[in-house]
């Protein structure tokens, strides 16, 4: 089945580690993005992708970095996580079709602390 | 700048009783406004979208209205059902553009 995956689901991890944030989609999109959300507050797009060897910075200013090797994979790296970034992570994907919008993935709640 | 906007946080409704959530948007260069509907620690699912060149899309309980002069757009849900207790987002974009703008959603409750 055509979906869009993210792992893990939650994490709490400690000030300064490295962490990476998976998805992978199976639809063969090759528009992806990562949104961050935080509760009662709208979705703000911090990475998006349009293609292989292509990412871009979106709106909201984010230490994240982003990688899109394979058409299917968009890991999101954090190289020291802070307590700032506590967050819900939103990893989402689109064939460009604009009345079909975005297929998002479950989320990552991320917690730093 | 909030290029779209949904004013209320949240809304309690009886079951069987219709749900209207609104939405307003200030660009009007948007063409598609799209409805997600998202459950707690889960990614926002696709509902129901609409173009600019009509101004009414109905599929099932849900139909979205669009009002262009207004710059508004709402959602009717009927008759509502506790499995829709949720938080409803809208979304806009432009053709060409590939991203979309999100409102800060509506928390829905639907009350058995």
């Known amino acids: 089945e055509a979906d869009i995956y993210q792992t893990p689901r939650y994490l709490v991890i400690g000030t300064g580690k490295k962490i990476t944030l998976e998805c992978s989609q199976t639809m063969g999109h090759d528009k992806m993005y990562w949104y961050q959300q935080d509760p009662g507050m709208e979705l703000h797009l911090i990475h998006y992708?349009?293609?292989?060897?292509?990412?871009e910075k979106g709106d909201l200013s984010s230490e994240s970095t982003v990688s899109r090797i394979r058409t299917e994979h968009f890991p999101l790296t954090l190289e020291s996580a802070r307590p700032s970034h506590t967050s819900q992570y939103l990893c989402a994907s689109s064939s460009g079709t604009p009345v079909y919008g975005y297929t998002f993935g479950s989320g990552t709640r991320l917690t730093v602390v | 700048d909030q290029q779209v906007k949904q004013n209320s946080p949240s809304l309690s409704v009886q079951e069987g009783r219709i749900s209207i959530l609104n939405c307003d948007y200030t660009?009007?260069?948007?063409?598609?406004f799209l409805w997600y509907k998202k459950y707690p620690a889960e990614g926002p699912t696709f509902l129901i979208s609409?173009?600019?060149?009509?101004d009414k899309n109905e599929d099932g309980r849900f139909t979205v209205f669009l009002n262009k002069s207004a710059k508004h757009l709402s959602l009717h849900i009927v008759p509502s059902q506790p499995g829709d207790s949720a938080v409803y987002f809208c979304a806009a974009t432009t053709s060409g553009t590939y991203k979309y703008i999100f409102g800060t959603g509506t928390r829905l409750k639907v009350l058995a």
């Open positions: 992708s349009y293609g292989v060897n292509s990412t």
């Open positions: 609409i173009s600019s060149i009509k």
């Open positions: 660009n009007s260069m948007f063409d598609y």
